[in-house]
């Protein structure tokens, strides 16, 4: 023994001296090692020393090693691609271990599905804690349970941050697993206005209030679940939308009753006509509408088809409607008729709206986009982000003017005038026909004179308000601005040269000592939102979390689709290649490829994981049919899907080589590239909602993944499965 | 004794093949086959490392374990077969691109725990034995438990690995190895021990 930890101290000794930090550098050192000892040995080169001498020379030889080791531990690591290999171990672990449950988040903020793996068991059953009753999952089959979760129905846990053990009892036998949960805070975000301009109102989807303001009050008023949009009706009575509940709510400001209406969901946003008295709701999902509710009566009159999802809306002048969708970035006018409305025009986009506000006589369109190219053809600039506000005739939609807010360079690795203008969310025309613009990136109030000039800008440094969204002017001269990432609002008094603070939610203090894991959550909003000095923020490309439907080159020229960031929790590793074994090491992006941000914030790598972890996929809003489920799921099984896209998490958390699956696709890209391709097996749930497909979106829709575009035949055994059986597959996926 | 380690390893490599043939999963039969070997190998070498510490603890109760050392070289030579024709399965699959491939951390870490085991097995024999000094012999295969531990990463960084399974064996593996650490008893002294006992 003393021998052999002279031979290792020797080696580590040899190791540290070459100043290699890769494994394979001390392996050599140990042989090295080895023969050393051995050759000094039968020349007698060195005196015979007793074990523990030779033990002790090692342990000294060792320290420099030890040292060295320690000192370059981080790219140790790196070298021998161990980073965020406990992570990936982990996330394999909570899978395998059965009966095992996904997904791993639980928000208290919406409805959720999860899937429990059980097989061979009969009854399953959730329990979330000792005051709430235990859910009953049901049965799909093959071992496969889903569990059916409102947070408004079953309550919400009393823990609001943190792993939360739960059991799952199958068959009566109980199995501890445990479950992150989220409670999240008030997030204020677009304004409505009264038509006096005496009050605003402001939706905070995550805690199902209304936020109401006026003058010098704030009044928080309860809604339905999740609500999204709202438009004020009259000076006392609000509509609100609901991203949870297909359901409209009237509240009166004075009061009164709440009037509901109950609508073909998942609804967005919506949109009111004064005039004719005419509320429209956009229906998304894949059957996406605008609904046409009538006001006061408050009933659906007619629902008209749309092509895409509606992102936002609002009416211009002589009644006509101007929608935005994300999907395919294309600004729609309608007309009305008097079945719905009818198409009178279009505009395609580069990228879809960020922020979408019409003037007040309804004739000018302000619309913030991160790039917009005159040029046919996608942009082939790696990652290419260059803010700007468009100014458009909505009754022609035609461009009339551009202004860049954020100037930056061709190549995000130069310098640009990149600390300002960064990602424009909000915007409102004020009564000296400037137009207000908050950004979110740069954490700064604009009032910009158009046509272009200098703009009046006003920064958030004196008071911890960042990432806003949304500006409102009030009949008084006050301008509103709204934070979600802080929870807060501020104001900025005529005459006032600073904002002043409305805290809705805890102060950072309040969380740092009460709860530290949403405060640190809070700060890894911020710094979604934050832009980089190169102009761009993770939210430039993944709108509010979700995917902005545009395909970026991220390096070979090669447009990719990018992809919704929720529910990335216990998913390692991340990207379409499995590239990235860490959230938060896409950090890395930022800070070397987009030089960095301006502002200095410790931790910012950790708090930004937690920021991305704690957001939820959204349930399918297609409707329950367990029957047809149970059939689908047969199908999967029958076609193989499971074997890769494995319960419960339909994912085994792999890569695969693309050759494995669409050969011919494989050949190609390698003779483009040379590089064979790795892809990771994603997670089907929520598939419905993050079209298009496969590994470099080829695929727009299910059926093309199933049908065209699995040629071999690789990509699950779809072709034999019956048209009755693809049919029930497909109905089975929009399910998850 | 080296010829039961033959006929299990001969068997192991067979269910692999027959397992393949029947069921690739996304993989195509070859990338399984390959898996397979893998798993035969690692498992050999598991076996392997785990003979020393049972004889010496059989030998603590008054018992043997014959041929503790054939049956150990018998199971680090199946190792090291299984490993190489392991890793000539997975080249086949895409040799041109052999060393790009080799830019992957998994394979890498395979790649170590390849190299091992065959230098391993070419000092198994008796007449290298006999050039080296016993202590020498000793250290060099203590690298074993490198192959082991290069092994274990390898499939755990690689996509299907059999996380709980794996993780498992290599617990099993370093408790074992752990006792190693304990001061040997000799036949000589377990005799004593048991004459003392009343």
């Given at each position: 023994?003393?021998?052999?930890l002279?031979?290792?101290?020797l080696?580590?000794?040899?190791?540290?001296?070459?100043?290699?930090?890769?494994?394979?550098?001390?392996?050599?050192?140990?042989?090295?090692a080895l023969?050393?000892?051995?050759?000094?040995?039968r020349?007698?080169?060195?005196?015979?020393?007793?074990?523990?001498?030779l033990a002790?020379?090692?342990?000294?030889?060792?320290l420099?090693?030890?040292?060295?080791?320690?000192k370059?531990?981080?790219?140790i690591?790196?070298?021998?691609?161990?980073?965020?290999?406990?992570?990936?171990?982990?996330?394999?672990v909570?899978?395998a271990?059965?009966?095992?449950?996904?997904?791993?988040?639980?928000?208290?903020?919406?409805?959720q599905?999860?899937?429990?793996?059980?097989?061979?068991?009969?009854?399953?059953?959730?329990?979330?804690?000792?005051?709430?009753?235990?859910?009953?999952?049901?049965?799909?089959?093959?071992?496969?349970?889903?569990?059916?979760?409102?947070?408004?129905?079953?309550?919400r846990?009393?823990?609001?941050?943190?792993?939360?053990?739960?059991?799952?009892?199958?068959?009566?036998?109980a199995?501890?697993?445990?479950?992150?949960?989220?409670?999240?805070?008030?997030?204020?975000?677009?304004?409505c206005?009264?038509?006096?301009a005496?009050?605003?109102?402001?939706?905070?989807?995550?805690?199902?209030e209304?936020?109401?303001?006026?003058?010098?009050?704030?009044q928080?008023?309860?809604?339905?679940?999740?609500p999204?949009?709202?438009?004020?009706?009259?000076d006392?009575?609000?509509v609100?939308?609901h991203?949870h509940?297909?359901?409209?709510?009237?509240?009166?400001?004075?009061?009164?009753?709440?009037?509901?209406?109950?609508?073909?969901?998942?609804l967005?946003?919506?949109a009111?006509?004064?005039?004719?008295?005419?509320?429209?709701?956009?229906?998304?999902?894949?059957?996406p509408?605008?609904?046409?509710?009538?006001?006061?009566?408050?009933?659906?009159?007619?629902?008209?088809?749309?092509r895409a999802?509606?992102?936002?809306l609002?009416f211009?002048?002589?009644?006509?409607?101007?929608v935005?969708?994300?999907?395919d970035?294309?600004?729609?006018?309608?007309?009305?008729?008097?079945?719905g409305?009818v198409?009178?025009?279009?505009?395609?986009?580069?990228?879809?709206?960020?922020?979408?506000?019409?003037?007040?006589?309804?004739?000018?369109?302000?619309?913030?986009?991160?790039d917009?190219?005159?040029?046919?053809?996608?942009?082939?600039?790696?990652?290419?982000?260059?803010?700007?506000?468009?100014?458009?005739?909505?009754?022609?939609?035609?461009?009339?003017?551009?202004?860049?807010?954020?100037?930056?360079?061709?190549?995000?690795t130069?310098?640009?005038?990149?600390?300002?203008?960064?990602?424009?969310?909000g915007?409102?025309?004020?009564?000296?026909g400037?137009?207000?613009?908050?950004?979110?990136?740069?954490?700064?109030?604009?009032?910009?004179?158009?046509?272009?000039a200098e703009?009046?800008?006003?920064?958030?440094?004196?008071?911890?308000?960042?990432?806003?969204?949304?500006?409102?002017?009030?009949?008084d001269?006050?301008?509103?601005?709204?934070?979600?990432?802080?929870?807060?609002?501020a104001?900025?008094?005529p005459?006032?040269s600073?904002?002043?603070?409305?805290?809705?939610?805890?102060?950072?203090?309040?969380l740092?000592?009460?709860?530290?894991?949403?405060?640190?959550r809070?700060?890894?909003?911020?710094?979604?939102?934050?832009?980089?000095?190169?102009g761009?923020?993770?939210?430039?490309?993944?709108?509010?979390?979700?995917?902005?439907?545009?395909?970026?080159?991220?390096?070979?020229?090669?447009l990719?689709?990018?992809?919704?960031?929720?529910?990335?929790?216990?998913?390692a590793?991340?990207?379409?290649?499995g590239?990235?074994?860490?959230?938060?090491?896409?950090?890395?992006?930022?800070?070397?490829?987009?030089?960095?941000?301006?502002?200095?914030?410790?931790g910012?790598?950790?708090c930004?994981?937690?920021f991305?972890?704690?957001?939820?996929?959204?349930?399918?809003?297609?409707?329950?049919?367990v029957?047809?489920?149970?059939r689908?799921?047969?199908?999967?099984?029958?076609?193989?899907?499971?074997?890769?896209?494995?319960?419960?998490?339909?994912?085994?958390?792999?890569?695969?080589?693309?050759?494995?699956?669409?050969?011919?696709?494989?050949?190609?890209?390698?003779?483009?590239?040379?590089?064979?391709e790795?892809?990771d097996?994603?997670?089907?749930?929520?598939?419905?909602?993050?079209?298009?497909?496969?590994?470099?979106?080829?695929?727009?829709?299910?059926?093309?993944?199933?049908?065209?575009?699995?040629?071999?035949?690789?990509h699950?055994d779809t072709?034999?499965?019956?048209?009755?059986?693809?049919?029930?597959?497909?109905?089975?996926?929009?399910?998850? | 004794?080296?010829?039961?380690?033959?006929?299990?390893?001969?068997?192991?490599?067979?269910?692999?093949?027959v397992?393949a043939?029947?069921?690739?999963?996304?993989?195509?039969?070859?990338?399984?086959?390959?898996?397979?070997?893998g798993?035969?190998?690692?498992?050999s070498?598991?076996?392997?490392?785990?003979?020393?510490?049972?004889?010496?603890?059989?030998?603590?109760?008054?018992r043997?374990?014959?041929?503790?050392?054939?049956?150990?070289?018998?199971?680090?030579?199946?190792?090291?077969g299984?490993?190489?024709?392991?890793?000539?399965?997975?080249?086949?699959?895409?040799?041109?691109?052999?060393a790009?491939?080799?830019?992957?951390?998994?394979?890498?870490?395979?790649?170590?725990?390849?190299?091992?085991?065959?230098?391993?097995?070419?000092?198994?024999?008796?007449?290298v034995?006999r050039?080296?000094?016993?202590?020498?012999?000793?250290?060099?295969?203590r690298?074993?438990?490198?192959?082991?531990?290069?092994?274990?990463?390898?499939a755990?960084?690689?996509?299907?690995?059999?996380?709980?399974?794996?993780?498992?064996?290599?617990?099993f593996?370093?408790?074992?190895?752990?006792?190693?650490?304990?001061?040997?008893?000799?036949?000589?002294t377990?005799?004593?021990?048991?004459?003392?006992d009343p």
């Open positions: 023994m003393g021998r052999q002279f031979v290792t101290g080696a580590l000794a040899l190791w540290s001296a070459a100043g290699r930090p890769r494994w394979l550098y001390l392996l050599l050192a140990y042989l090295i023969g050393v000892v051995e050759l000094s040995q020349v007698k080169l060195l005196p015979e020393l007793s074990a523990r001498a002790m020379l090692g342990v000294l030889f060792a420099p090693g030890l040292g060295f080791a320690y370059a531990r981080a790219r690591l790196e070298e021998a691609g161990l980073v965020g290999i406990t992570e990936r171990v982990a996330d394999r909570r899978l271990r059965v009966p095992a449950i996904a997904p791993g988040l639980l928000s208290s903020a919406q409805p599905s999860f899937f429990v793996q059980a097989p061979g068991a009969q009854r399953v059953t959730l329990e979330l804690g000792l005051e709430l009753q235990p859910l009953a999952a049901a049965s799909l089959g093959h071992g496969l349970f889903r569990v059916d979760y409102d947070p408004r129905v079953h309550g846990p009393q823990l609001l941050d943190g792993e939360l053990p739960v059991q799952l009892r199958v068959d009566g036998t199995h501890e697993r445990s479950l992150r949960v989220v409670a999240p805070l008030v997030h204020p975000r677009w304004f206005r009264s038509p006096n005496a009050r605003a109102a402001t939706p905070s989807e995550e805690t199902d209304l936020i109401v303001l006026g003058g010098r009050s704030v928080r008023l309860p809604t339905g679940d999740g999204l949009d709202c438009a004020f009706l009259d006392t009575h609000v609100v939308s991203r509940a297909d359901e409209v709510q009237v509240l009166s400001l004075e009061g009164g009753a709440v009037r509901t209406l109950r609508l073909p969901g998942p967005g946003r919506l009111f006509d004064a005039l004719h008295g005419r509320i429209v709701v956009a229906r998304v999902g894949v059957e509408a605008l609904l046409h509710v009538s006001w006061p009566a408050l009933t659906l009159q007619a629902v008209t088809p749309l999802a509606v992102e936002w609002g211009a002048a002589s009644e006509r409607l101007i935005a969708s994300r999907r970035a294309t600004l729609r006018a309608y007309s009305a008729s008097a079945n409305f198409p009178a025009g279009e505009l395609a986009l580069s990228r879809p709206a960020t922020s979408f506000t019409l003037d007040r006589e309804r004739m000018r369109l302000y619309v913030t986009v991160t917009h190219r005159t040029t046919p053809g996608p942009q082939l600039g790696n990652h290419f982000v260059q803010d700007q506000l468009l100014v458009l005739d909505s009754m022609e939609l035609r461009l009339v003017q551009r202004v860049l807010t954020a100037r930056r360079s061709e190549q995000q130069k310098a640009g005038n990149t600390d300002q203008g960064g990602s424009p969310l915007a409102w025309p004020l009564r000296d400037r137009l207000a613009l908050a950004f979110a990136g740069t954490d700064e109030l604009w009032r910009l004179p158009l046509p272009e703009p009046e800008r006003l920064h958030f440094a004196d008071v911890p308000f960042y990432a806003p969204h949304g500006v409102v002017e009030l009949a001269g006050a301008l509103w601005i709204s934070s979600p990432a802080a929870g807060a609002l104001v900025v008094r005459g006032a600073a904002a002043e603070l409305v805290p809705l939610a805890p102060s950072e203090r309040e740092l000592a009460q709860r530290p894991l949403a405060l640190q809070r700060i890894g909003e911020r710094g979604f939102y934050e832009s980089t000095r190169a761009i923020a993770c939210q430039s490309c993944h709108l509010h979390a979700d995917d902005d439907g545009v395909a970026y080159n991220l390096g070979d020229h090669r990719i689709p990018n992809l919704s960031v929720r529910g990335l929790l216990g998913t590793p991340y990207l379409r290649d590239s990235y074994p860490r959230i938060s090491d896409l950090d890395e992006v930022a800070q070397e490829r987009y030089r960095g941000y301006a502002r200095v914030q410790p910012r790598r950790a930004l994981q937690a991305v972890e704690s957001l939820p996929r959204a349930r399918s809003s297609a409707p329950r049919d029957a047809a489920e149970r689908g799921l047969d199908a999967f099984v029958r076609a193989g899907c499971e074997r890769c896209h494995s319960f419960p998490a339909f994912t085994n958390l792999g890569q695969l080589p693309l050759g494995a699956l669409f050969p011919a696709i494989a050949r190609e890209q390698s003779q483009d590239s040379g590089v064979g790795t892809v097996v994603p997670s089907l749930l929520s598939i419905a909602s993050s079209a298009p497909y496969l590994n470099d979106g080829r695929a727009a829709t299910l059926s093309a993944v199933l049908d065209e575009h699995n040629p071999d035949n690789l699950g072709r034999g499965l019956s048209e009755a059986e693809r049919a029930d597959l497909l109905h089975f996926l929009v399910s998850l | 004794m080296n010829r039961g380690v033959a006929l299990l390893w001969f068997t192991a490599v067979g269910c692999v093949l397992f043939r029947g069921d690739s999963g996304a993989y195509s039969r070859a990338l399984a086959v390959a898996r397979g070997l798993v035969v190998s690692l498992g070498l598991a076996l392997a490392l785990c003979v020393t510490p049972l004889a010496r603890g059989l030998l603590a109760l008054g043997t374990l014959p041929h503790a050392t054939r049956l150990r070289r018998a199971l680090g030579l199946a190792a090291a299984s490993g190489l024709l392991h890793a000539l399965c997975a080249i086949a699959q895409s040799p041109p691109r052999l790009e491939q080799l830019e992957e951390p998994a394979l890498r870490w395979g790649l170590g725990a390849l190299l091992v085991l065959c230098a391993l097995g070419v000092t198994s024999f008796s007449a034995l050039r080296l000094r016993l202590s020498t012999w000793k250290e060099l295969h690298l074993a438990y490198v192959a082991f531990g290069c092994g274990v990463v390898h755990l960084l690689m996509p299907f690995a059999w996380t709980l399974p794996l993780l498992g064996v290599s617990a593996v370093l408790v074992f190895g752990l006792l190693r650490l304990l001061p040997p008893r000799t036949r000589a377990s005799t004593r021990a048991r004459a003392a």
